[in-house]
DNA sequence: ATAAGGTTTAACCAAATGGTTAACAAAGAT
DNA sequence: ATCTTTGTTAACCATTTGGTTAAACCTTAT
């Protein structure tokens, strides 16, 4: 029985290394050496490890998404009305993120970059889909609680408000002249000010 | 006088070239090489025209940013209405960008990795702040045509709903479960749907 | 103790990459 | 015509970079 928990692990040294690196660098800008410098190690540990910058990277990046797959699900999937799921959603990504400020980047670039990722996730993680949050929007706006709106328009308006204020950072604290502080502090109003525009936005009056 | 206008520019071929592939791969990702062969030229006269890849990348940027930036202005310091600003913005904005797609996701990577552009840019730019904007909406709320909101969130959701589902393109076609046409028609029908959504979320009952 | 297996390092390597050079071609100017 | 400037190219160069190797170092089971 091989324990390898020595309390001092190389392979989540070398993770989290990675990570940081991986993040503010993306695939192409971050170095081997630089990951190794970040974690304390010889460059050769990381081909031990991880083989491959590609290897270490796929790794890094599913890691990454796998922490915000799920709160996407749960607009999706989750039992709670589409009034309770705006709320927490809201709530619960803008807490998150402001604490991984770098994932939303890291994540919709390399995306980007590289569309093959998406399939190669989909099938490790338990991907959403659209359709049960399809036929509860149908059925309340039939109650006519809620004004008619596509299911996909309206998904694409809740994640576009949580998630675009931290890819745009830079931008908009030059614009609205805000310091970081200031910044934080906006973000942190946005937890309920965002769901309030869009249940506004979507009740019936 | 020199009329450097012969009816095939070289210095023109370059810059749509490098256009192409810097927003293809980013600073990082994209290879000298490539442009050259893209702009149909041999290497070294890239660096005749431009001297180092740095300073190219710096021209496509300052390009690209400057065809965004008159648009974000039209918010901030038109003369019409608030709900006219909305309902032209969304229109423009997303028929500008569906024809230059890998736009926004071009600008905000290198706006992150590279917080210094914002500060060069906005030297040589006339660069829109939110002052004009602020005091027109304050208006508007106190004349009760609008809710009480601050002139940063609603800009900053005006924005994200706008600009973000063209930099989640591919994690929405994912979830969504929608090809490259019915994205195209969504991104149609948002033309209208944003501004509906985001007058409907702040006009008054 | 020591053999065995996993872990770590310094030194090394080949390929790729941004950039330079020197020679050549084209186009104006005289 | 020819001289000068501008534009273009192939060949070259130094450095960087991902990746490898062979030896050294631990740890541990026997």
């Given at each position: ?5 020595k ?14 690196i ?8 971050a ?45 999706l ?49 338990g ?79």
């Amino acid at each position: 029985m091989k324990l390898k928990t020595k309390d001092s692990n190389t392979e989540t040294d070398i993770l989290n290394a990675a990570e940081v690196i991986f993040q503010r660098k993306g695939l192409d800008g971050a170095r081997m050496q630089e990951i190794a410098d970040e974690a304390g190690i010889n460059k050769a540990l990381l081909h031990y490890y991880f083989r491959s910058k590609q290897l270490l990277f796929e790794t890094v990046f599913h890691k990454a998404f796998s922490l915000i797959a799920p709160q996407i699900k749960s607009i999706l999937d989750d039992n709670s009305s589409i009034e309770d799921k705006i709320k927490n959603f809201t709530h619960n990504y803008i807490t998150f993120i402001s604490e991984h400020p770098y994932l939303p980047n890291f994540i919709f670039q390399e995306l980007n970059r590289n569309t093959d990722f998406i399939s190669k996730v989909q099938k490790t993680i338990g991907f959403p889909t659209i359709d049960k949050f399809k036929k509860q929007l149908e059925r309340e706006v039939k109650k006519g609680t809620v004004i008619p709106i596509k299911a996909e328009q309206l998904f694409i308006n809740i994640l576009a408000l949580n998630i675009f204020p931290f890819l745009a950072k830079p931008l908009i604290k030059s614009i609205t002249n805000t310091d970081e502080n200031t910044f934080n502090h906006l973000m942190e109003e946005r937890k309920t000010e965002v769901s309030n525009f869009i249940i506004n936005a979507i009740k019936r009056k």
